[in-house]
């Protein structure tokens, strides 16, 4: 054990309450400075007690309606959390809960000593001048596919995904929060940082423009007027992830809507979203997903007729 472990013991231990049925965790893997688990979760609510670490609650599959009112200055919230969406526990505050639905849902604490150190050596700012929202049932490609990455490690046998792999997964999260779910982009006088978010917005509209296209990085380096290395530094620094792999989470995700709306064949679904071939498609949603498309839709058509009987 080291000074970067978290144990369930240090998170609000929400997967531990009675009515909820924890299904893995990361206890004994040896993953320094974040902890996961898996969840099926029942309604309830209850307050939870404020921890040191700074917590994500990740929705893998079913709605769920949620209110939060977190202890300070009172603030009341309320939203259906769906699939594919994520909500931040801020630290060091203590918070009352209601959950409503029957969700799975992933939960991911980082350790506060990585969050400082990451704002410190990456983005050389103050951390204690650092804030993150309080976000609750937004969607962030990002924070999705690094979510997917830990249900898949956490699901997957002991010692298959090294220390360093998990160490990566984990840098890249508390990038994203920093860049996408602080105050930092708030400081007036951070015009550098301002520009880059510009420049990697226009890089995300090429893609998603011409996402069923057969997409280079230098055509997206091309329309942002940028070197393809200055390029990929710069993305990987605001998104926590390579041009090619953000890229690549679009296209699963577009994939991902298709297959709920039915209309399409796997064929289709493919040319649609981009991919070079069915087994491409294949591969990439279920490294992603953790499925694959058919069992995916097959699945989703299943809880669609439960939900309409309901």
């Known amino acids: 054990m080291t000074a970067l472990t978290i144990n369930a013991e240090d998170t609000h231990k929400i997967p531990y309450r009675g009515v909820n049925k924890l299904l893995a965790d990361s206890t004994d893997r040896g993953w320094e400075g974040?902890?996961?688990?898996?969840?099926?979760?029942?309604?309830?609510?209850?307050?939870?007690n404020a921890v040191r670490h700074i917590g994500l609650a990740f929705c893998i599959r079913s709605p769920t309606k949620v209110r939060r009112e977190i202890d300070c200055d009172n603030m009341q919230e309320s939203a259906c959390l769906y699939p594919r969406q994520f909500s931040i526990l801020p630290p060091d505050l203590s918070a009352n809960w209601q959950i409503s639905g029957k969700p799975e849902i992933l939960l991911i604490y980082v350790h506060r000593s990585i969050f400082r150190q990451t704002a410190s050596e990456i983005f050389d700012i103050d951390p204690t001048k650092l804030r993150l929202k309080p976000r609750l049932a937004i969607y962030d490609p990002l924070v999705e596919t690094t979510a997917r990455q830990i249900q898949t490690a956490l699901m997957g046998t002991n010692g298959t995904f090294p220390p360093k792999y998990i160490n990566l997964i984990t840098k890249n999260l508390v990038s994203n929060l920093i860049l996408n779910h602080s105050n930092f982009n708030e400081r007036k006088d951070n015009e550098v940082v301002i520009q880059m978010s510009r420049t990697i917005d226009e890089a995300v509209e090429f893609m998603k423009t011409y996402l069923s296209r057969s997409i280079k990085i230098t055509d997206i380096c091309a329309a942002v007027g940028l070197s393809e290395q200055y390029f990929k530094k710069v993305f990987r620094a605001q998104c926590?992830?390579?041009?090619?792999?953000?890229?690549?989470?679009?296209?699963?995700?577009?994939?991902?809507?298709?297959?709920?709306?039915?209309?399409?064949?796997?064929?289709?679904?493919?040319?649609?979203?981009?991919?070079?071939?069915?087994?491409?498609?294949?591969?990439?949603?279920k490294k992603m997903v953790g499925t694959t498309p058919k069992v995916y839709r097959e699945n989703f058509v299943v809880e669609g007729s439960r939900n309409s009987r309901a």
Do not use: D, K
């Not at 792999?245 to 796997?266: C, K, M, N, P, W």
């Open 240 to 285: 926590g992830t390579s041009p090619h792999q953000y890229l690549i989470s679009l296209r699963v995700a577009r994939a991902e809507e298709l297959l709920q709306e039915g209309r399409l064949s796997l064929a289709e679904i493919c040319y649609e979203t981009g991919f070079s071939s069915q087994s491409h498609l294949t591969n990439a949603f």
């Open 34 to 48: 974040i902890y996961a688990s898996l969840a099926h979760e029942n309604p309830w609510s209850g307050t939870v």
